[in-house]
């Protein structure tokens, strides 16, 4: 590899010209003063402790003390397994981020059943929206949370009735719906609030509701990560509600 790769290759993973200098000076000559890499690498003597440092600091050239002190680049192949990680970790912090566009993405697809894929698929309408709801309700612990009298209709009544003689139940409702959910047998504890930001289901999978120009968009997905935002959030709503006392 040529050093005009070589600096293509230091531009793209973020190394300036002047880094990838003294670095390659270091390999090149050993461990040396900091005099000595700025006079072998072209950098300014006022700058080439400020580039040695971001060197340390990224785990690709070491101090060795003594009079003077001495810089030692770290082998080739180390450099190379420590930036792969770097990278390979600051991919993986995107992903939320990446996941987030997707969805705007592809809630904008005018289609009925707007994407599938590993991370979460996406409908829209009242019937799409039930059939994912009932997909989730197969775990041995269910959390619900529903705002909207169309999903908490005698349908879904009688669904989550069914499904709560094996499994534990916790539903929440906005206060509108209180009495819909006193028609529920008393093994499913029940809360309300005065409002909530769209429905969710948290059981096999999380999905997500929300109502707009007289539709519903929803998400359905099995990411643990989801999950555990959902968790959260449904905890968190969950703490501040008032029980309902279902007889």
Known sequence: M????????????GYSSYQLKAYMALVEHGPLPAKEVAKLAGIPSSKVYTVL???????????????????????????FSTITEKLNNYIESTRPLIDSLQLIYESNN?????????????????????????????????????????LLDNEAIAM?????????????????????????????????RKNMFGAG???DGVVLAVRYDNSYLTLYSIQDYLLDIAKTYFNSLWKDAMPIAIT
Do not use: C, H
Request: proline share 7%.
């Open 2 to 13: 040529s050093y005009d790769e070589l600096k293509r290759l230091a531009r793209m993973i």
């Open 110 to 150: 005018p289609s009925r059943v707007m994407a599938q894929s590993d991370v979460f698929f996406i409908v829209k309408g009242l019937e799409s929206t039930k059939q994912l709801m009932w997909k989730a309700l197969n775990a041995p612990s269910i959390d619900i949370a529903i705002p909207y009298a169309d």
């Open 53 to 79: 440092s971001s060197l340390i600091r990224d785990g690709v050239v070491y101090s060795e003390q003594g009079r003077p002190l001495k810089f030692v680049a770290k082998p080739p192949r180390e450099v």
């Open 201 to 203: 289901i948290i059981g």
């Open 160 to 192: 989550i009735d069914s499904v709560s003689r094996d499994s534990e139940v916790r539903l929440l409702v906005t206060e509108d719906l209180i009495d819909r959910a006193k028609r529920l047998p008393p093994r499913i504890v029940s809360r309300t």
